[in-house]
């Protein structure tokens, strides 16, 4: 199991924005199952674009994935 390094996580606030808040304790680690929907997303997501990779931006909340921005990836940039 891997865990981030970041010492910082973005996370929605109450007013509907993203707020950063420190990482302490414990960090949470994607579970195989929430790391198939996510692989599914990005496969329904590329085939809208037809087929065009994409990067894309997502966040995980109380089992909710929520895609934020899909642009097309730019090897390098």
Do not use: C
Request: glycine fraction near 10%.
């Amino acid at each position: 199991m891997t865990r981030s390094e970041e010492d910082s996580l973005l996370i929605f606030d109450e007013h509907g924005g993203i707020k950063e808040i420190p990482i302490s304790g414990e960090r949470m680690v994607l579970t195989d199952e929430v790391v198939r929907r996510l692989a599914a997303a990005a496969a329904n997501i590329k085939r809208i674009f037809h087929g065009r990779d994409q990067d894309i931006e997502w966040a995980y909340m109380k089992g909710q994935i929520y895609i934020v921005q899909s642009r097309p990836y730019i090897p390098g940039g």
